[in-house]
T-cell receptor, first 115, second 107 residues
């Protein structure tokens, strides 16, 4: 059974640009959550999608957005990139929505560097 | 929101030693997971353990939900056990992570 797939693995962007990251969950999983990991702030929750609907959102500015498609694949977008957006972005896949007592599985992450 | 504290923040061991990592949380949780982050950044599932005790080879975990803590035991540590261990709790519809324990196992 294939795991969670994130693309691309590495990305270098310039300040002011925008970026789109992709996450394909485990087959049959309907929930995708996104997390940002930085040395200073640790792992922080961005948002969760379940059945194409955003169920929950963390404390991030509106420049961070996402969506989920009917096949459960999800994308997150960051507009007007800032140097502080440099981070490892991780997505997690689970069978049910968070709160539904379900185990989460993570992808390998996308390492974004903003220069 | 819920607070998750892991201790110790850093741990250095000789190969073959045993260790205990702790995770305290400030409120009732629906779920708790332990992860090992590999050098490439991926979070590897170790245990899904909202309560009780589980064992998997040299690793075992115990969660006492009523007392709001979980323990991860690593026995006969190997250099490949090095890395950062995170506990994550599920409450209020999101998953909160501790700051992690960085384990270094020396040969």
């Amino acid at each position: 059974k294939a795991g969670v797939t994130q693309t691309p693995r590495y990305l270098i962007k310039t300040r002011g640009q925008q970026v789109t990251l992709s996450c394909s969950p485990i087959s049959g999983h309907r929930s995708v959550s996104w997390y940002q990991q930085t040395p200073g702030q640790g792992l922080q929750f961005l948002f969760e999608y379940f059945s194409e609907t955003q169920r929950n959102k963390g404390n991030f500015p509106g420049r961070f957005s996402g969506r989920q498609f009917s096949n459960s694949r999800s994308e997150m977008n960051v507009s007007t990139l800032e140097l502080g957006d440099s981070a490892l972005y991780l997505c997690a896949s689970s069978l049910k929505w968070t709160g539904g007592r379900t185990e989460a599985f993570f992808g390998q992450g996308t390492r974004l560097t903003v220069v | 929101g819920i607070q998750v504290e892991q201790s110790p923040p850093d741990l250095i061991l000789q190969e073959g030693a045993n260790s205990t990592l702790r995770c305290n949380f400030s409120d009732s949780v629906n779920n708790l997971q332990w992860f090992h982050q590999n050098p490439w950044g991926q979070l590897i599932n170790l245990f899904y353990i909202p309560s009780g005790t589980k064992q998997n080879g040299r690793l075992s975990a115990t969660t006492v939900a009523t007392e709001r803590y979980s323990l991860l035991y690593i026995s006969s540590s190997q250099t490949t056990d090095s890395g950062v261990y995170f506990c994550a709790v599920e409450a209020y519809n999101d998953m909160r992570f501790g700051a992690g324990t960085r384990l270094t196992v020396k040969p």
